[in-house]
């Protein structure tokens, strides 16, 4: 019971990144002298042209996010597969 939270941790922490890596874009559109600013949803063609724009503005964050998500689910699944490791040396005890 002890090692589940670290895992619940890990795959949180994993999905927030993710999340935050496919956050809606946020476009400008000027109209006349005012600046308006909208959030394309990421599952609308211009919503993915906005994500792709944002993509090669912010490279180095985008990847950092995916490195911290893939480190992530890596101690996610270390830590699930020492929990399975464990209960099969007890098993095994028996």
């Given at each position: 019971?002890?090692?589940?939270?670290?895992?619940?941790?890990?795959?949180?922490?994993?999905?927030?990144?993710?999340?935050?890596?496919?956050?809606?874009?946020?476009?400008?559109?000027?109209?006349?002298?005012k600046?308006?600013?909208?959030?394309?949803?990421?599952?609308?063609?211009?919503?993915?042209l906005?994500?792709?724009?944002?993509?090669?503005?912010?490279?180095?964050?985008?990847?950092?996010?995916?490195?911290?998500?893939?480190?992530?689910?890596g101690g996610?699944?270390?830590?699930?597969?020492?929990m399975?490791?464990?209960?099969?040396?007890?098993?095994?005890?028996?």
């Amino acid at each position: 019971m002890d090692k589940i939270m670290p895992m619940i941790i890990y795959l949180i922490i994993a999905l927030l990144a993710i999340g935050l890596i496919f956050s809606p874009a946020v476009t400008r559109y000027y109209l006349g002298e005012k600046e308006v600013y909208l959030n394309q949803s990421h599952t609308m063609s211009i919503g993915l042209l906005a994500r792709v724009d944002a993509w090669k503005t912010y490279p180095n964050y985008n990847i950092g996010l995916g490195i911290i998500s893939m480190l992530a689910f890596g101690g996610a699944i270390y830590t699930g597969n020492g929990m399975f490791k464990e209960k099969e040396r007890e098993n095994d005890a028996l």
